[in-house]
């Protein structure tokens, strides 16, 4: 990962400071021609849109930034955490012996211990697809995507 990175731009989102979607997707792409082992999991942050309209933009923006500093804190050995658009992530978990169960707490937990209360009971959808040489940079997106909805309607 910190060799690829090294030799891509690296593009970051400017208000997170997570990784674009254009460097998530590069990243993915060199790891299915590496012929590498690994997952990717998406969140959707539930509810965000009224937390702009209640709240205001920039405590969304807060919500948001903060919710990153989570996420990086839970993926310590994750290289490339990335924020897709709006309220939605996406992290590729290479080499983790973590069960995802056991992310998705440690998420709550950190979630539930912020200082801003917009995060403490923030609730929020999420994916888990692992990637096999079958499935193209497209079709892997879609099944995480269709993961993640899952959750959300369940």
């Given at each position: ?9 690296g593009e970051k ?13 590069e990243?993915?792409k ?27 933009h ?7 930034i ?22 939605e ?8 012996t ?10 709550v ?15 929020f959808s999420?994916g888990?697809?692992?990637?096999n ?14 993961n993640?909805y ?5």
């Open positions: 990962a910190y060799v690829f990175l090294e030799t891509t731009t989102d400017s208000l997170t400071q997570l990784y674009s979607r254009s460097t998530y997707e990243y993915v060199f790891l299915i021609e590496e012929k590498r082992a690994f997952q990717v999991m998406m969140i959707d942050l539930d509810g965000f849109k009224a937390i702009n309209d209640n709240f205001g920039h405590v969304g923006d807060r919500v948001l903060d919710f990153a500093n989570i996420l990086v804190s839970v993926f310590t050995n994750e290289k490339v955490i990335s924020r897709l658009a709006g309220d992530f996406i992290i590729v978990i290479q080499n983790s973590q069960e995802d169960e056991a992310i998705i707490q440690d998420i937990t950190l979630c539930k211990a912020s200082q801003v209360e917009q995060i403490r009971t923030l609730q999420y888990f697809q692992e990637y040489e079958n499935l193209s940079f497209d079709e892997l997106y879609i099944m995480v995507d269709n993640m899952l959750n959300k309607h369940s």
